[in-house]
C-alpha cells in the first residue's frame, strides 16, 4: 500500500541521487545538518502518529490492557532458552551490541567525534545520542502496540485487506490521516528523513575511509588539498551509483528485519570486538585481534548460513503471536478455523528433528556470539604472543591506565571532509 503513486524503484532511485548530491556538496558539515533537520521530522512525525493513535483508541490505558491482555507485554519474559526466537534477554543483549554499534563504534560516528574539539563534548554528544536513539525506539514500540491495539480483532493481514504485515503501519497511517489533511505527508517525511541520514552518514564515512586507507596509501601522485578533495567527492559519486545499481536487487516487500539483523551481527559484532578489545586489553597486539576476530566471524558466519538455510528449507519455522479477525465487518466469508491464529503468548518456534542445535539458536543471539568467541579466542593469543612494546596509555579505558590523563585539554583537528 503506497503512501504516495510513485514506483517503488523509482523514488528509491530519486532519493538516492539527491542524498548523493548533496553529500557530495555539503560533505561532513552538509551531512551533519542535514541530520539535524531530518531528525526533527523523524521524531516530529512519530510524536504525531502516537498524539493521533492514541486519542483514538482511547487512551494510553486501553493500549496497554488490549497488548497485555494479547501477550505483547513481555518486559519480564526472561526465557534462558537461547533457541527461543525472541525473549528480554536476548533481546538486550542484542540491542545492548546493536546500541554499541550505532552509537560508539560506526564509522560515522567516529568521524563526528573527531571533529569536536574537546573529549568533554565528545561525552556530552555520545550520551545525548545514546539518549536520542533510546527515544526512537520507545517510539517505534509504542506505534507497533498502537496498531495492535486498532487491529487486534480484525487483523488486516489474515482478512486479506493487505497482502503483507510490512505495509501495516502504513495502512494505520492512511486511515487515521483520511481525518486530518497532511498526516501522510508528515509521515512520509519522517520515514524518508531515516533513510537519507542513513545513508548520507554512511556514504560520507566510506569516503573517508576509502581515501585513507587506500588512496591516500597507493596514490602515484601527490595529494593536495584540490585533489583531496576530488578524490572524496569522486568516492561519493561511486558510492551512488553502487547504491542505486543494488536498489533494483532489492524486494521492497521481502521483510528484510532478520536478514539486516543477522548480516549486522556479523559486521558489527566485528566492529565491536576490535575496538573494546584494543581499549580493554592492555597486552592487546594485531595477531590476537586478527585471529579472535577471524574465529568469531566464521562461528557466527556458520551459525548465520546454517539458520538461514534451515528457515528456507522450512526446517525451521515460526509461528506469529495470536491475530484474529472476529471483530471484521463480513467475516463470515472467512473459514472458522481462522478466525483465530497463532499463539497467545509467546512466539512459537518448531524445529525438525535432524537441525543441528548450533542453527536453532536465536538470530538475537548471532552478534553477542561473535564478540564473545572472538575476545576468548583473541585473549588467549595475545597471552601466548606477547609484546615487550611501549604501550600508548591514551588508547586504553582510564581504569587500566597507569597514570591518568587530562583529557578535557585534548583538542583534535580533522579536515571538514
Not at 3 to 11: D, E, G, H, S
Not at 56 to 61: E, K, L
Request: charged share 10%; hydrophobic share 45%; with cysteine.
Amino acid at each position: 500500500m503506497p503512501v504516495i503513486p510513485v514506483p517503488f524503484y523509482l523514488l528509491a532511485t530519486v532519493l538516492c541521487s539527491i542524498c548523493s548530491i548533496y553529500t557530495f556538496l555539503g560533505g561532513l558539515r552538509g551531512v551533519v545538518w542535514s541530520d539535524f533537520i531530518q531528525a526533527l521530522f523523524m521524531y516530529g512525525s512519530a510524536i504525531t502518529i502516537i498524539v493521533i493513535s492514541i486519542n483514538n483508541v482511547g487512551g494510553i490505558n486501553q493500549v496497554l490492557d488490549i497488548a497485555r491482555e494479547g501477550g505483547r507485554l513481555q518486559f519480564l519474559n526472561f526465557d534462558p532458552h537461547p533457541f527461543s526466537r525472541h525473549s528480554s534477554w536476548t533481546l538486550w543483549l542484542a540491542g545492548l551490541c546493536l546500541s554499541l554499534q550505532i552509537i560508539c563504534t560506526n564509522p560515522g560516528i567516529i568521524q563526528r567525534c573527531l571533529a569536536i574539539s574537546t573529549y568533554k563534548k565528545v561525552k556530552i554528544v555520545v550520551i545525548s545520542s545514546a539518549v536520542a536513539h533510546f527515544a526512537l525506539f520507545a517510539t517505534c514500540v509504542l506505534i507497533g502496540l498502537l496498531i495492535y491495539t486498532n487491529y487486534y480483532n480484525c487483523d488486516p493481514v489474515t482478512s486479506k485487506e493487505l497482502t503483507d504485515a510490512d505495509q501495516l503501519v502504513t495502512h494505520h497511517v492512511l486511515k487515521i490521516g483520511s481525518q486530518m489533511p497532511g498526516l501522510s505527508g508528515i509521515f512520509l517525511a519522517g520515514i524518508l528523513s531515516a533513510s537519507l541520514s542513513s545513508l548520507s552518514t554512511t556514504m560520507n564515512s566510506l569516503s573517508g575511509i576509502i581515501f585513507e586507507d587506500f588512496i591516500k596509501t597507493f596514490a602515484p601522485f601527490t595529494l593536495n588539498n584540490a585533489r583531496t578533495n576530488l578524490c572524496l567527492k569522486s568516492i561519493v559519486v561511486l558510492l551512488g551509483l553502487i547504491v542505486n545499481a543494488g536498489i533494483f536487487a532489492m524486494n521492497p516487500s521481502g521483510g528484510l528485519f532478520q536478514t539486516a539483523a543477522t548480516l549486522t551481527s556479523i559486521g558489527g559484532g566485528l566492529i565491536i570486538f576490535i575496538i573494546s578489545f584494543g581499549l580493554f586489553v592492555r597486552n592487546a597486539n594485531i595477531k590476537g585481534v586478527i585471529v579472535g576476530a577471524l574465529v568469531g566471524s566464521s562461528v557466527t558466519l556458520c551459525i548465520l548460513i546454517g539458520n538461514v538455510w534451515s528457515v528456507a528449507a522450512g526446517k525451521i519455522k515460526y509461528t506469529p503471536k495470536i491475530v484474529s479477525i472476529e471483530g471484521c465487518v463480513n467475516n463470515i466469508s472467512h473459514p472458522f478455523e481462522n478466525l483465530t491464529q497463532g499463539f497467545p503468548h509467546h512466539t512459537s518456534v518448531t524445529f525438525d528433528e535432524d537441525v543441528p542445535y548450533l542453527f536453532r539458536i536465536s538470530f538475537s543471539l548471532f552478534a553477542p556470539i561473535g564478540v564473545v568467541v572472538s575476545f576468548i579466542v583473541g585473549y588467549l593469543i595475545t597471552i601466548c604472543t606477547k609484546h615487550n612494546k611501549n604501550i600508548d596509555e591514551n588508547l586504553l579505558i582510564p581504569q587500566i591506565r597507569k597514570k591518568m590523563h587530562d583529557y578535557d585539554a585534548v583538542t583534535c583537528k580533522v579536515n571538514d571532509i
